[in-house]
């Protein structure tokens, strides 16, 4: 019976919570909710650099596989953005669910007006339409970090 160490939840709950929100992002048809960012940011908070990083990474790959271009930017911009929080949590905010719903509110906020510059259509309609399609994914951060903070021991 030694042999078996008892698993640890905190390193379970963050890839199965990113699967799962990969997989409702890239089913809805029509309707792209953008969960990858609230639970990138969530993660971030109670989990290490390298789990930080590693969630990013997963949640960017699900993201970049059915994009239009397969150049991997989302990835880049995950990744950067779980390493970030981590250490902004670490060193300078506290990890409360105010600072989830700030940092991902605000990272939506920017993912939303980066799309519309980038979109070759009307500006107003297009970030209009992401930023519902944000508020819808915001509702989501509460749930998410209580997820988080549930299979975290040190919390």
Known sequence: MTAFKKFDLRYIIPPVLVIIAGLVRNASSGFPLFLMLPVTVCIALYSGVYMSLFCGI???VFIDSV????DGIFTLILAVTA???????ENILRKKLSTALLLSGSGLVLYSLGMAIISSGGFVGIFLRMLIYSAISFAFTPLFYLI?????KRA
Not at 83 to 89: D, I, P, Q
């Open 83 to 89: 390493v970030l929080v981590y250490y902004l949590s």
């Open 58 to 60: 997963l949640a960017g």
């Open 67 to 70: 994009s239009a271009l397969h």
């Open 148 to 152: 988080i903070k549930a299979g975290d």
